[in-house]
């Protein structure tokens, strides 16, 4: 049988080991000595291990307290003799001194800590208190650098340095940076209280007077420059020898100075401000002045607001002056060099910044609105461009230009008015056959579309369509006389335009034709009538143009006269006759008066183009004139085309007439988008409804609240609407 295994019992010496008294003076005399040395650079004699076993004695003996507190009066010691050193040192010396001390001091405690490893693992953590290198730091920022005399004299000549650079001296950056990194080496509080919020203050105090001579003594590009320049060199002074922390705080010292507290002043300088900068197209000074203000509160508002103003005060100017609006087509065009001017401007100078777009957009709407006949004069543009601004020109610029016609349309408010001039030129340039490509009518079509809805183009989509079918129809018509046997004495070709559709056509305004049509128009109406049968036909005989013959001087000189329908029905009487009074052409024609004046205008009194002699001669046709072949008439070209006298615009009373019409047509439209709000809302407040319509609306036109509530009240009266019993401002939707 295996035998119990035995049990031992450690137990301590009944008799303890007993230190000497004295143990702890002595040892740390040693150790204090041994620090002495290290603090006077006579380290190489001394035994590092037996200093470490010693002071390791001491913390296990619990004499950690001793050694700790030894520590701190021999380093508190040796450090007051180091200030005094250092206060001793003059001039430029005294910086030196300092950063020899700090490096001295920096490499004594490295080694003091080595010896006092054991201290710092064990006594400072269990009692919390500074380890031997952040002792070291604390005592030097108590010491030494809080010393008062050391403190001011080191704040001082570390402005000072700073100031004679900004003043173009060269100083020791590596004596400052060593410097500055010593102050955050004690701790960034130190930094910043010691250093940081002197230096920012006296930043502000030296970039505030050179702000107010700089600002009265130079233009505005010139500061933007020098403040450019000072806030790079800011950057680059803490880069080279301050700590990365106070970049961001020096820079917003000198933005404030230089640049907030000027930026008014700047923008409003006069002969150099953002005005005169925009006027003169000083992209790069602008682009420095965006840079700038950019990095402030306000800044860019400001910026943005100037140039809204600006361009609103040049805009208005533009589009009110009464000699541009003799030339709508200039008008437009130099509305185009506006624009494209200052889209120019955002790109280069404001990096496209789409706050200053939305800014340009806004000044284009406010001046261009202000003149009651822009859409008028858009049209005309556009009108312009399709019938003969666009020939020779690849597809790309085509779209180019009429991308430019869209962009100016977007800006009105009013785009039903336009519609109603559109209409009326697209009117002309498809019957007379004056549209350089059809291809680009489709395409401004299908842009307008983009930008309105269908509804917008509905009607000019139907006038296409109408051109299209009666080309088809003449073929038909055509082939219909064949069969017939039936020859016409004139050439004659008919466009069928859907009523209603075409602006001409919602008044008969018709003349009596020569007998050599008569046939022809009973022909057509005769095949018109039996093929769409329930139709009528109205004959619109101002909308057409004629190609007649006619012999000047006995014979020896024959013309192609290209002329309208009018002035057609006007020449042929002068076959039966050699002169007629201007009321014999009334009676014999029935043109309307205006119309016939204009006829006449422009048969007798145009230079160049005058194929009949009035009598007595005058610009004006007045009732009473006679009227005769112009035997004299000569021309170089064959065909002569004889135009109508009429002013390019409206004149007041059909400006009138368009916006009456304009009017009309908003009534219907007002009305369906009350119904659909308020079918949808069923009950509504006054004010919400005429917001709510005025927002649908907008797309087209605004309309004003008092034409809204008199649709309202129409509504009410045939009840579709009425008041809430309770509320008078309320409305409710009637089922």
């Known amino acids: ?47 590092f291990e037996e200093l470490y076993r010693n002071a390791y004695n001491m913390v296990v003996n619990k004499y950690g307290d001793r050694l700790y507190r030894g520590l701190v009066e021999t380093e508190t010691r040796h450090l007051s003799e180091v200030a005094g050193r250092i206060e001793a040192a003059q001039g430029d010396g005294f910086l030196r001194a300092l950063k020899h001390e700090w490096e001295n001091h920096n490499k004594s405690v490295q080694m003091i800590r080595d010896i006092l490893m054991y201290m710092d693992r064990i006594y400072v953590k269990q009692q919390n208190k500074a380890t031997v290198h952040q002792l070291g730091l604390d005592l030097w920022r108590d010491v030494v650098v809080r010393n008062r005399r050391i403190r001011e004299r080191l704040l001082g000549m570390l402005l000072d340095m700073v100031q004679r650079e900004r003043q173009g001296d060269i100083v020791d950056k590596g004596l400052f940076r060593a410097m500055s990194q010593m102050l955050v080496d004690l701790g960034q509080p130190v930094y910043c209280e010691d250093f940081e919020v002197p230096f920012l203050e006296r930043t502000a105090e030296f970039y505030r007077a050179e702000a107010a001579e700089y600002i009265s003594s130079c233009d505005c590009p010139a500061y933007l420059a020098h403040a450019e320049r000072r806030l790079a060199e800011e950057t680059e002074r803490v880069a080279a020898y301050l700590d990365a922390s106070t970049e961001a705080k020096v820079v917003r010292v000198v933005e404030g100075e230089l640049v907030s507290r000027q930026m008014r002043a700047l923008a409003d300088m006069e002969n150099s401000g953002v005005v005169p900068m925009l006027q003169q197209d000083k992209y790069a000074d602008l682009a420095r002045m965006y840079g700038l203000f950019r990095r402030v509160q306000g800044g860019l508002d400001l910026l943005r607001t100037t140039m809204g103003d600006h361009l609103k005060e040049t805009g208005k100017a533009l589009v009110m002056d009464p000699e541009r609006q003799k030339e709508p087509v200039e008008w437009v065009q130099r509305l185009l060099q506006e624009k494209e001017k200052y889209d120019l401007l955002i790109a280069r100078a404001f990096g496209g910044d789409k706050s200053f777009v939305a800014a340009l957009n806004s000044a284009f709407e406010h001046f261009l609105n202000l003149n009651v006949r822009s859409p008028e004069y858009i049209s005309l543009f556009m009108d312009d461009k399709l019938r003969k601004g666009l020939k020779g020109m690849s597809e790309d610029d085509i779209e180019v230009v009429l991308d430019k016609g869209i962009m100016l349309f977007r800006y009105l408010q009013e785009k039903d008015v336009f519609e109603k001039y559109y209409k009326q030129h697209l009117a002309k340039r498809l019957l007379h056959g004056r549209s350089s490509s059809e291809d680009a009518e489709q395409l401004l079509l299908t842009k307008l579309k983009t930008e309105c809805g269908y509804q917008f183009t509905s009607k000019l989509e139907t006038m296409f369509g109408d051109i299209k079918l009666s080309r088809e129809k003449m073929a038909d018509f055509k082939d219909f006389l064949r069969q017939r046997g039936t020859e016409l004495a004139v050439d004659m070709s008919v466009q069928v335009l859907t009523s209603g559709m075409w602006p001409q056509t919602t008044a008969a305004t018709t003349c009596n034709l020569p007998r050599e049509l008569e046939q022809c128009t009973t022909e057509f109406a005769a095949y018109y009538l039996h093929a769409n049968s329930g139709r009528r036909l109205t004959w619109q005989t101002g909308l057409g143009t004629a190609d007649i013959r006619a012999v000047f001087g006995g014979g020896t000189r024959k013309h192609e006269i290209q002329c309208s329908t009018y002035q057609m029905a006007v020449l042929m009487l002068f076959n039966d006759a050699d002169s007629l009074t201007y009321e014999d052409v009334e009676a014999a024609t029935g043109i309307p008066e205006d119309d016939l004046k204009r006829v006449l205008q422009s048969l007798a009194c145009v230079k160049g183009k005058a194929v009949l002699r009035k009598e007595p001669m005058s610009k004006d046709v007045r009732p009473g004139d006679r009227f005769s072949v112009n035997d004299a008439f000569a021309s170089k ?38 119904v659909r709000i308020m079918k949808s809302r069923k009950r509504l407040g006054h004010n919400e409804l005429i917001g709510e319509v005025t927002r649908q609306l907008a797309a087209r036109f605004l309309p004003q609240p008092q034409v809204i509530k008199k649709r309202i009240e129409s509504l009410i009266d045939r009840e579709f609407l009425e008041r809430d019993s309770t509320d008078r401002s309320t409305y409710v939707y009637l089922a």
């Open 1 to 47: 049988m295996a035998g119990k295994p035995k049990k031992f019992k450690i137990e301590p010496f009944k008799h303890p080991l007993k230190l000497d008294p004295n143990y702890a003076d002595n040892t740390w005399q040693l150790l204090e000595s041994a620090i002495r040395e290290i603090n006077s650079h006579n380290a190489s004699g001394l035994s």
């Open 637 to 674: 070209l064959y065909k002569v085309k004889i135009g109508m006298v009429t002013a390019q615009r409206e004149n007041e009373s059909e400006k009138a007439e368009t916006r009456e019409k304009v009017e009309e047509d908003r009534k219907p439209q007002i009305e369906a988008a009350i």
